[in-house]
Nanobody
Framework: QVQLVESGGGLVQAGGSLRLSCAASGSISSISAMGWYRQAPGKQRELVATITSRGGTNYADSVKGRFTISRDNAKNTVYLQMNSLKPEDTAVYYC???????????????????WGQGTQVTVSS
């Protein structure tokens, strides 16, 4: 059994910064690509940024140059540093892991397309 737990959301003024964290819990062996997505009220969930297990990154055009995704494989954690925040960045931010390999009862198992519970980011103008 594995879980993704996000933290770091909150209320910030436009131009401010926040850092989101997402930690995978459980007897983790390895995690493949991880990413951040967001969903604003009345809109579909959209990609923010992804990072491969080796550190390759990809960003939505709307956040390039402002957001930075990183990960600490030893801590099974992915981060999203958000700078120069805009009101349009307001959304619930979700962490995603493509594949998580973990142990239960000494058996290696896989969890695919895992999501966290989401953390609210609100940017005031």
């Amino acid at each position: 059994q594995v879980q993704l737990v996000e933290s770091g959301g909150g209320l910030v003024q436009a131009g401010g910064s926040l850092r989101l964290s997402c930690a995978a819990s459980g007897s983790i062996s390895s995690i493949s690509a991880m990413g951040w997505y967001r969903q604003a009220p009345g809109k579909q969930r959209e990609l923010v940024a992804t990072i491969t297990s080796r550190g390759g990154t990809n960003y939505a055009d709307s956040v390039k140059g402002r957001f930075t995704i990183s990960r600490d494989n030893a801590k099974n954690t992915v981060y999203l540093q958000m700078n120069s925040l805009k009101p349009e960045d307001t959304a619930v931010y979700y962490c995603n892991a493509d594949r998580i390999y973990y142990y239960t009862d000494s058996t290696l198992r896989g969890a695919f397309d895992s999501w966290g519970q989401g953390t609210q980011v609100t940017v005031s103008s």
